[in-house]
């Protein structure tokens, strides 16, 4: 059978070879079927007419009926106006146009009948419509208008003259085209269950909503449909691997880990570390593979959660491995681990890029006879050459640098793949968590160690630099370390290396008698190494840098942090940075400077960091703030989330409603064959094929 909605969009009426070309490059539609799926961004109710004498100023968008009583160029230039006296009998507006003005006056005449809809405004005592839309007022019937759509339109489909009222022209020609109901995307039994609309009415009703409930149930069931897509998508990966791949199985806890619990560990657990290690306790002692992802704040004691899964994985024989992103960091665990260990009979190795030669060897091949237990390390454990005797279980620090194929790679290093845990210190909401990293299992610290001073975090304007140098001055004199971090943006990074270079300049000025390190991008890793190294053994009181400072670099006498056009970071990124500091044992303080000259969202954002330490608050409140599309995590993975309908920040609700919907659906036994299911997967396929960003996330 022919299906209607699989036309090319150039046929429909209206649009021609031109239009259809601006219609694909601009917002990516080619047939039918994707016009229909480009919904409105918002709806304005069109069913009142209001009286001229009503208006008062404040109002939001309001229609008029009446008559152009003239019409009448104005100013010179750039501030060239055409105004049309508009009268209804109970008083005068202007209408404005400051462009199109040769095509208004011959389009619209005076004396002709009209209704007019815009925004009112006071201009010169005056109320006036700039650039509104116009319609014969015997064009159409009031009532019918019901909710207007408003469509996303770009700079170049207006000069096509394709700007919303012509997508809705359009929109309105191809519903009457259709001559059956738009095919059904959902398994009948999932409609009933959950009591959706049908996709036909649906599209309907999200174009041209009937009334306000009408559009919010067709909102619902186009969003349930794209976030449900999405989690049976993961869900069902997730179950092909685990049906695919038996897990390593840890049944015991042994001496290792009790050896340590009770006479190395230098202080209580948290409860929320405690209840993690149960957690994936029981997860690799489950027979399944593991794989969990573990968001604690800065500062909250994930390394020793990693730790103690580590000795479990040894108290059965397995060996361990921990990645880090950077040298220093793997340096630093690998210092940590050895302490913390102390006096056991435990082997832990580092190895890294630069451990070369004989040293190298020998620990390659201590890996292979299986003497070395724990190996701590960077990308450089993911080398071919790398090879275990029975690895266990890998922790990953800080997975944004560690993307979903080196993941992979891990696999491939013994026969049954190792339990992964993978850490983060980037705190992401469970909701979005969920879509992301659907496939790991989440684990939260939501508790920081007792006895934690929390960083002070003031706002200060760039003028007042001269009282900022003086509390930086004090605390170097106490014996503290400073951070400077300038911002690094790509397209302008050349202006930032000037601002930084500039900046470091002017510290060394300000405090001559202190030394001063300097880290940035395109630096050598080398040298970058070796100037943290400066700053890290408190051979120099000053780092100047850009971003590029390491996550999770611990330096715990340091306690300033000063972000420089702190204005231009996103909150997850500044609250990353703050992290920082308030690693030991003195009042950390987190200064942001900015201009003088805010944006009310960047207010908002510097106001926020101020007043609260909780990553997980800043990361909803990001979310919101910015849209999923630009959270570090998100960008980090690759997935571009430019949902159709559905939004992670508000939709949460939906998000967590429809994996269990999904998980529903894969829990039975048959989920393959039923059936009743044969259109999940035949959409699944369909989405997968048309949605590059699909194959990210399987
Ligand atoms: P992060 O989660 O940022 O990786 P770390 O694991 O580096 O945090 O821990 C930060 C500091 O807190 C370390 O010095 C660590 O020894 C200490 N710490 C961890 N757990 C506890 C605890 N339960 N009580 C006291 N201090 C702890
Ligand atoms: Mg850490």
Redesign the pocket.
Same mark, same amino acid.
Request: net charge positive.
């Given at each position: 059978m022919f299906d209607i909605t699989a036309q090319d969009i150039k046929y429909l009426q209206g649009v021609g070879p031109q239009r259809a070309s601006v219609l694909n490059k601009e917002i990516n539609i080619y047939t039918l079927n994707d016009l229909l799926h480009y919904y409105p961004y918002k709806y304005i109710d069109r069913s009142r007419l209001y009286y001229i004498s009503e208006i008062d100023g404040e109002m939001p968008y309001i229609q008029i009926k009446g008559t152009i009583l003239s019409f009448e160029t104005l100013g010179e230039g750039r501030q060239r106006r055409l105004v049309a006296h508009f009268s209804d009998g109970t008083g005068i507006i202007d209408l404005i146009w400051f462009q199109g003005i040769k095509y208004i006056t011959s389009k619209y005449k005076v004396r002709e009948e009209y209704i007019v809809f815009g925004k009112p405004t006071v201009f010169n005592g005056r109320y006036n419509i700039a650039h509104p839309d116009i319609d014969k007022a015997d064009d159409i019937a009031l009532s019918s208008l019901g909710l207007r759509p408003y469509y996303n339109t770009t700079e170049k489909m207006k000069r096509g003259n394709l700007n919303s009222h012509a997508v809705e022209k359009l929109m309105q020609n191809a519903l009457n085209l259709l001559k059956e109901p738009i095919a059904e995307t959902l398994p009948q039994y999932i409609i009933d269950e959950h009591h959706l609309i049908s996709l036909d009415k649906a599209i309907h009703e999200i174009h041209f909503p009937h009334s306000a409930d009408r559009l919010r149930k067709a909102q619902y069931r186009l969003k349930f449909e794209e976030l449900f897509y999405i989690q049976l998508n993961i869900l069902r990966y997730s179950k092909e691997r685990q049906m695919k791949f038996r897990g390593l199985n840890f049944s015991k806890v042994g001496d290792y880990f009790n050896d340590f619990y009770f006479n190395n560990l230098p202080? !209580?657990? $948290?409860g929320a !570390?405690k209840r993690v290690i149960k957690e994936i306790r029981n997860d690799t002692g489950s027979g399944r593979q593991m794989n969990r992802l573990l968001q604690?704040d800065? @500062?909250?004691?994930? $390394?020793?959660v990693a730790l103690m899964s580590m000795l479990i994985a040894l108290d059965n024989g397995y060996q361990a491995c921990m990645m880090a992103p950077t040298e220093i960091l793997a340096q630093q665990h690998y210092e940590s681990l050895k302490k913390l260990l102390f006096g056991m009979n435990v082997r832990v190795e580092l190895l890294t890029g630069s451990i070369k030669g004989k040293k190298r060897e020998a620990i390659l091949n201590a890996l292979l006879t299986g003497d070395v237990n724990i190996l701590i390390g960077t990308h450089a454990v993911l080398e071919d050459n790398v090879n275990f005797s029975s690895l266990g279980i890998v922790v990953i620090d800080e997975q944004h640098r560690f993307g979903v194929a080196q993941r992979a790679k891990l696999w491939s290093k013994s026969n049954t793949p190792p339990h992964i845990l993978v850490m983060t210190?980037t705190p992401i909401p469970r909701t979005l968590a969920m879509t992301l990293y659907g496939d790991l299992d989440v684990s939260v610290i939501d508790e920081l160690?007792p006895g934690r001073k929390p960083i002070k975090t003031v706002h200060q304007f760039d003028n007042r630099r001269h009282s900022l140098y003086e509390s930086i001055r004090k605390q170097i004199e106490e014996g503290r370390q400073i951070y400077i971090v300038y911002p690094l943006i790509k397209e302008s990074e050349k202006i930032d290396i000037k601002n930084l270079e500039e900046g470091y300049e002017h510290v060394c000025e300000e405090f001559p008698q202190y030394k001063v390190s300097v880290v940035h991008g395109k630096m050598k890793p080398g040298d970058k190494e070796e100037e943290m190294q400066k700053f890290v053994t408190g051979e120099t009181q000053i780092m100047v840098a850009t971003t590029v400072i390491e996550v @999770?670099v611990?330096v715990p006498n340091a306690s300033v942090m000063v972000i420089e056009n702190a204005e231009r970071f996103g909150l997850s990124q500044l609250h990353q940075l703050r992290g920082r500091v308030g690693?030991g044992a003195d009042q950390s303080y987190c200064i942001l400077v900015t201009g003088y000259k805010l944006s009310e969202e960047t207010r908002k954002r510097i106001q926020i960091m101020v007043d609260t330490n909780d990553g997980f608050e800043i990361a909803e409140a990001d979310l919101k703030l910015r849209g999923p599309g630009d959270l570090e995590g998100t960008q980090q993975s690759g997935i571009a989330f430019d949902l159709k309908i559905a939004n992670l920040a508000k939709d949460g609700q939906i998000v967590q409603y429809v994996r269990n919907v999904a998980e529903k659906v894969i829990d039975n036994p048959n989920f393959e064959q039923l059936n009743e299911n044969k259109k999940l997967w035949e959409q699944l396929k369909l989405l997968r094929k048309n949605d590059v960003n699909w194959s990210v996330i399987s």
């Open positions: 202080f !209580q657990l $948290t !570390q604690g800065v @500062g909250s004691g994930k $390394t020793l210190a160690p @999770g611990n690693r």
